[in-house]
């Protein structure tokens, strides 16, 4: 039973992540670096207060490990987390103007290819090897972009360039495990709004003053940012991060959905078939973890009827 409850954590936190747009598409009137600015100022300082009130011994723990550790070691960790800082916040700015100024459709389809371009780059940068099914899923995945791409550039242009930003941050934090990793996330947050604050003043627009603006903006923070954050920290204490790397596909899943049936959203017969190889190629591309689980759960199941 307990771990069904890390199933559930890792369930929940893509199954939240799924309805992102319904906080974030009533801001479109708002520039995409706007939006950017304040959430990025929020999250941080909602998790400053978290970890100040909460978190102070695991700060004193990891405050005392890096101290302890060697300056080349000490030198990587601080080069993994400001780095990837930069690529988490380069991808909330691109995902935030694709959902706004492009389509949701264009916003979903990142996040299904985003775990296969993922594995890629880990291949060439960390040389992580990959079986022959999960190259024959890559190949599915690109030539289903290849025919989304046709009289529909715009939207896999976008959608490869928000993918790639996410995993490019996924892969330079995969050697970044030394520190707890909501303290990882907190001090990227802070080197990007560092960042972000010399340009606030020259390219930010006027102050918002409608209480909308305000009211997404608290509900993008708490909802679709900081708890799901927690949720997916929660669930990787009890489940390994292959079996929480399927359920991202929840995510623009939902998302999609939504582009058609709530945003009607035009779909044509062709991005269908194009987003149903995608499906397919997320399939064969776990089909090792997918059925070797089904073969591990018929021996529980038949002792379980004994």
């Given at each position: 039973m307990r771990l069904n409850k890390?199933?559930?954590?890792?369930?929940?936190?893509?199954f939240v992540w799924?309805?992102?747009?319904?906080?974030?598409?009533?801001?479109?009137?708002?520039?995409?670096?706007d939006i950017l600015f304040y959430r990025v100022f929020f999250s941080v300082v909602?998790?400053?207060?978290?970890?100040?009130?909460?978190?102070?011994?695991?700060?004193?723990?990891?405050?005392?490990?890096?101290?302890?550790?060697?300056p080349k070691q000490r030198r990587s960790v601080v080069v993994l987390t400001l780095g990837?800082?930069?690529?988490?916040?380069?991808?909330?700015?691109?995902?935030?103007?694709?959902?706004?100024h492009i389509s949701v459709k264009a916003a979903s389809l990142a996040y299904l290819i985003c775990p296969i371009l993922t594995t890629i780059f880990a291949f060439f940068i960390l040389k992580e090897k990959l079986s022959k099914w999960q190259w024959f899923a890559v190949m599915i995945s690109a030539f289903s972009c290849v025919l989304l791409s046709i009289n529909h550039f715009e939207d896999i242009f976008y959608s490869l360039i928000t993918?790639?930003?996410?995993?490019?941050?996924?892969?330079?934090?995969?050697?970044?495990?030394?520190?707890?990793?909501?303290?990882?996330?907190?001090?990227?947050?802070?080197?990007?709004?560092?960042i972000l604050l010399p340009f606030y003043p020259?390219?930010?627009?006027?102050?918002?003053?409608?209480?909308?603006?305000?009211?997404?903006?608290?509900?993008?923070?708490?909802?679709?940012?900081?708890?799901?954050?927690?949720?997916?920290?929660y669930a990787l204490k009890g489940i390994n991060s292959s079996a929480v790397g399927i359920m991202i596909y929840i995510n623009p899943i939902i998302g999609f959905l939504l582009a058609i049936f709530y945003y009607h959203e035009q779909v044509t017969t062709l991005q269908l078939f194009s987003y149903f190889l995608i499906l397919v190629s997320i399939v064969v591309f776990?089909?090792?973890?997918?059925?070797?689980?089904?073969?591990?759960?018929?021996?529980?199941?038949?002792?379980?009827?004994?």
């Open positions: 890390y199933y559930l954590a890792a369930f929940s936190a893509f799924g309805f992102f747009s319904l906080a974030l598409k009533p801001l479109h009137d708002y520039p995409s670096l909602t998790m400053l207060l978290i970890n100040l009130s909460f978190r102070k011994k695991v700060l004193k723990k990891d405050w005392n490990h890096f101290k302890s550790m060697a990837g800082g930069v690529f988490l916040s380069s991808n909330w700015f691109v995902f935030i103007y694709v959902m706004n993918a790639a930003t996410y995993a490019m941050y996924l892969v330079s934090q995969r050697k970044n495990s030394e520190l707890d990793k909501f303290l990882v996330l907190t001090i990227q947050l802070v080197f990007t709004a560092l020259n390219y930010s627009g006027t102050l918002p003053t409608e209480s909308l603006f305000y009211s997404c903006l608290l509900v993008i923070v708490v909802c679709f940012t900081i708890i799901p954050l927690f949720l997916n920290l776990n089909e090792k973890l997918i059925f070797s689980r089904k073969l591990k759960g018929a021996p529980s199941e038949l002792e379980a009827s004994k």
